[in-house]
Every structure is written in C-alpha cells, then in structure tokens.
C-alpha cells in the first residue's frame, strides 16, 4: 500500500501517450448495460436460456452438448417467460429504479389495489452516450413486446417506459472491430 501512489503515477505517465484514461466501476456498468451485456444473478434470475437472453447466436444448431435436449423441455418454450429486454423511459433523465416492478400500461390495482405485474427491472442507469437514461429488465413475453409502453408504478406515481432492444451502443460491433 505504501508504494499503490508512486505505481499510480507511473502507470498514469507511462499511459499519458496511449491516451490511457481511468475508469470506475459505474463507468463499466453502464458500458456493458450499454452493449446489452448482462450480469448474471442480476440481469437474470436462473431460469433465463439463451433464447429468453436474445442470445440463440450462442446455441450451436449442429453439435451435440451437455444440456441440448433441455431446450425440447415444454415449459422452456411456454407463454409468459421472463426475456431480456431493453427500456427507455419517457422522461429521459429519469432513471428507473432497480427491482421496480413493471405493469401493462393500462392495468387497474386489483381490488387490494395491487397491480399484476409483467416483469421487473434488472440495471438502470443513465448514459453520456445515449444523452438518457435507459434500463435492462425482465418482462414476461419481452422479446415480442418492442415498442410496446409499460407502466413503472412507484408509489403514488407511474413512469411509462418502452421496451426495446437490450443493444443500445453498437450494435453491429463496429467499434470493437476497428
């Protein structure tokens, strides 16, 4: 610890001609949320397969491997499955709050006044990229929902948000391929 200041200093002048820049660990949240990077245990809760990831590129359609015939299994393939999907909200500097629960846009509180929710959100964060703030979440149906408004009840308010693509920056890679 009592050399951490020197190294610092060296590493950071030695950097200065590789316009080396520091970075936290909010600044590489928000960069992997951005490319639709998930944080497994926090993006997903467990019972996510590629498929409900957006993520079929992954599964080989030609070998064998451990695992492959559970993708048959009926329930991996039922209605309702919690899938990846991006948000945004309508306020752009509003940054949804991680955990809150989501609504269809003109779901009525049941007679406890509680609302049936469709899903959650995973990440939130806002971006210097995208000049707003955006979120990952989990919604039942996700994948077949884009452009779709979801309510975002939190107490005596309700936030709108789209769902959209869990990609916000790069899509095609471009820029980890220059």
């Keep these: ?40 245990g926090q993006d997903t809760d467990g ?7 957006n993520m079929s590129w992954i599964v080989s359609k030609k070998k064998e491997f451990i695992g492959k015939r559970s993708f048959q299994l009926s329930y991996l393939k039922s ?7 991006g948000l945004l909200p309508e ?9 809150a629960y989501l609504a269809g846009i003109n779901e009525q509180p049941d007679a406890k006044g509680m609302l049936r929710h469709t899903g959650f959100v995973t990440s939130s964060y806002y971006s210097p990229e995208l000049g707003r703030s955006f979120a990952l979440a989990l919604v039942a149906n996700g994948l077949s929902r884009m452009g779709e408004p979801l309510s975002v009840p939190l107490g005596n308010r309700r936030l709108t948000a789209t769902v959209c693509d869990a990609v916000f920056i790069d899509k095609e890679n471009n820029r980890r391929d220059s």
Aim: hydrophobic share 40%.
């Design 47 to 53: 019972t996510q397969t590629p498929f409900d990831l």
């Design 1 to 40: 610890w009592e050399h951490a200041r020197y190294i610092w200093e060296r590493l950071w002048a030695a950097g200065r001609p590789l316009n080396l820049t520091a970075y936290g660990t909010e600044t590489m949240h928000v960069l992997r949320a951005e490319k639709g990077y998930i944080i497994v």
């Design 91 to 99: 306020e752009k500097e509003e940054v949804l709050p991680e955990g």
């Design 79 to 85: 209605e309702g499955r919690l899938q990846l999907v």
